[in-house]
């Protein structure tokens, strides 16, 4: 099993809609969860982080964890065709991060 | 706003030589890594170190060793390139806060022939 899985994508959503990213993790101990975005040959910028349960809102972006279901979830409200992009879940264990494969978005106008 | 600086966009390399991957970063971190990113493969940690002349092994550094001399400088080396060390190579730091989030530099694409 991965340590962090992401769902597959791509994931095609209209301007406008809410896209829902998932990632699960396989650590218990992990610590802290990231959210990072990376366009299409550059490299990946930091989204948002969580450490704790429920929801933490930063403008149209709201990160949610679920630490008994070792899930985090990161949802774009009023997707924009600016966010079409490949968003990577992390999550800090001990000294480490551990990346997903990453989950491709499309926002179609 | 946090730099981090990387020596080359674009390197070709052949089989068997040496290579020297650059990583510089302006904020004082303690924290520095370097991973490779893979079609499929997403991230995966060669190297990290957390203080100078500190480094220690990620998931993946067969092939591959580090040197980190200054705080803000920590070089990723290449013994002798092999054609499956092609890659994207991405340098990141962060700061020793709980937390623990990684600023990313823009990554080196290196090509080995």
């Known amino acids: 099993q991965k340590e962090v899985e992401q769902n597959s994508g791509p994931l095609s959503v209209p301007e406008g809609a809410i896209a829902s990213l998932n990632c699960t993790y396989s650590?218990?101990?992990?610590?802290?969860f990231f959210w990072y975005r990376q366009y299409s040959g550059k490299s990946p910028e930091l989204i948002m982080f969580?450490?704790?349960?429920g929801d933490k809102e930063d403008g149209r972006f709201t990160a949610q964890l679920n630490k008994a279901s070792q899930y985090v979830s990161l949802l774009i409200r009023d997707s924009q065709p600016s966010d079409s992009a490949t968003y990577l879940c992390?999550?800090?264990?001990?000294?480490?991060?551990?990346f997903g494969a990453g989950t491709t978005v499309t926002v179609r106008a | 706003d946090v730099k981090v600086t990387q020596s080359s966009r674009y390197l070709v390399k052949r089989t068997g030589e040496k290579v020297f991957l650059e990583c510089v970063q302006d904020?004082?971190?303690?924290?520095m890594f370097w991973y490779r990113q893979d079609p499929g493969l997403g991230l995966r940690l060669i190297y990290f170190?957390?203080?100078?002349?500190?480094?220690e092994k990620g998931d993946i550094p067969e092939g591959y060793s580090v040197s980190r001399e200054k705080k803000e400088r920590f070089s990723l080396i290449l013994e002798s390139a092999s054609t499956n060390q092609t890659s994207m190579y991405l340098c990141?730091?962060?700061?020793?806060?709980?937390?623990?989030?990684?600023?990313f530099g823009p990554g080196t694409r290196l090509t080995v022939t």
């Open positions: 170190s957390y203080d100078v002349k500190m480094k």
């Open positions: 650590d218990r101990g992990s610590q802290s």
């Open positions: 904020m004082d971190h303690e924290n």
């Open positions: 992390a999550v800090k264990t001990d000294y480490k991060l551990s």
């Open positions: 990141a730091s962060s700061p020793p806060r709980v937390g623990y989030e990684q600023y």
């Open positions: 969580i450490y704790s349960n």
